[in-house]
């Protein structure tokens, strides 16, 4: 059968307990090479995966392999410059979240990707859920009537990464190859923020996607603590429809401590309440009917595998993606104007850099 041949660029956590799995394992795919500047995170992946095509360049792995289709998993600062080479020379790609930092280029790599006619999905595991398209196809139906407010919340357990302490989850994350490092999240040269860019972006990325808007004004109040990056999150946005929202996030949970994740969307004829973990959906109509959603598996509540197969399939099938490179800039927008506000005090009007919509 043809597989879609894949280099993966970052040898860290994600990358090496969730998408060389994935890949490898996939009979559609072939990993063809992996990049990483660490040589020792190289070798980690030589030891585990057996694999021997190992590149401390990505440059140098693009023109030798000339993969068609690359995955990268790298600290956030790296995403847009490392995105955009991968674009130059002709690879579809799979970016991890948050697509980028700034909004700007988040535009850049679509309009790169565009002109390229290239395949350009960011990696949301919740988008591939089953309740996310029904979700989505709810509001698009218009069966809640038109939106006028939505709501998230995201309290997690990532506050020693944003110290710069993984190995404290060792015991709940388990690194069976390699953990982040010390830097990768609490360092604002390589993270850019803390919970907005790590964590918000999950639940901002779900949100936009099911709802279909577009935030147009942004107040964030964001905290820090004892940090170097913001832990606690509290933003208000205005989208593009009169429609407003709020996104609430904490990074601060607890092992073993509940962790909450929901989004709720209230239209005129009816609201929805996801919970993406422990993976609820439910959807309210304003005749008193209720749609309950049978619950999902722990596997199928956080797909991880979804994004990497995505991406294979999309090269081979032309399979659609719940994805795409413009819900990764929107978010973007949407997180940029939140830094921006948290640091001036003021209110932040999202510049668009695009004439594109999220396609319904």
């Known amino acids: ?77 790296l995403h847009y410059p490392i995105g955009r080479d991968v674009l130059d020379a002709g690879v579809h790609l799979m970016m991890e979240k948050p697509f980028t930092l700034k909004s ?52 997690s357990m990532v506050i020693e990464y944003l110290r710069g302490n993984p190995e404290a989850y060792r015991g709940s994350f388990k690194f069976p190859v390699t953990g982040p490092g010390e830097d990768t999240y609490s360092n604002p040269e390589l993270a850019g923020g803390g919970q907005g860019h790590l964590q918000v ?44 929202g709020t996104l609430a996030a904490d990074g601060a949970i607890a092992p073993g401590q509940r962790q909450d994740h929901e989004i709720r969307i209230y239209g005129t004829k009816g609201s929805i309440i996801m919970t993406p973990i422990p993976g609820r959906l439910s959807i309210h109509y304003a005749n008193g009917e209720v749609r309950e959603f049978s619950a999902l598996g722990a596997a199928e509540s956080y797909p991880e595998s979804a994004t990497s197969h995505n991406l294979v399939d999309m090269i081979l099938q032309g399979t659609d993606t719940p994805a795409p490179g413009t819900l990764g800039a929107i978010t973007v927008d949407l997180l940029d104007a939140a830094y921006q506000s948290a640091e001036s005090g003021q209110k932040v009007a999202v510049r668009r850099h695009d004439a594109a919509t999220v396609n319904r």
């Not at 660029?9 to 490898?24: E, F, K, R, V």
């Not at 660490?38 to 021997?52: C, R, S, T």
């Not at 972006?201 to 099911?210: I, Q």
């Open 201 to 244: 972006t999950h639940l901002a990325g779900l949100m936009l996607w099911v709802s279909g808007l577009r935030p147009a004004e942004v107040f964030a109040f964001m905290e820090t603590f004892d940090l170097a990056v913001d832990l606690v999150d509290a933003i208000a946005v205005r989208f593009d429809n009169g429609a407003v």
């Open 1 to 77: 059968m043809a597989k879609a041949r894949i280099a993966v660029i970052g040898a860290g956590w994600w990358a090496t307990q969730h998408h060389l799995p994935s890949l490898l394992s996939y009979p559609a795919a072939e990993v063809v090479a992996v990049v990483d500047r660490n040589p020792a995170k190289l070798q980690a992946v030589k030891d585990h995966f057996g694999i021997e095509a190992l590149y401390t360049d990505h440059r140098e792995m693009l023109q030798a392999v000339k993969p068609d289709g690359a995955i990268v998993a790298l600290p956030h600062a």
């Open 104 to 155: 700007e280029d988040a535009w850049d790599l679509v309009q790169r990707a565009t002109d390229r006619s290239l395949i350009l999905t960011v990696g949301y595991p919740w988008n591939h859920t089953s309740h996310a398209k029904a979700a989505r196809e709810a509001v698009s139906s218009g069966s809640i009537g038109e939106i006028q407010m939505v709501s998230g919340l995201f309290a």
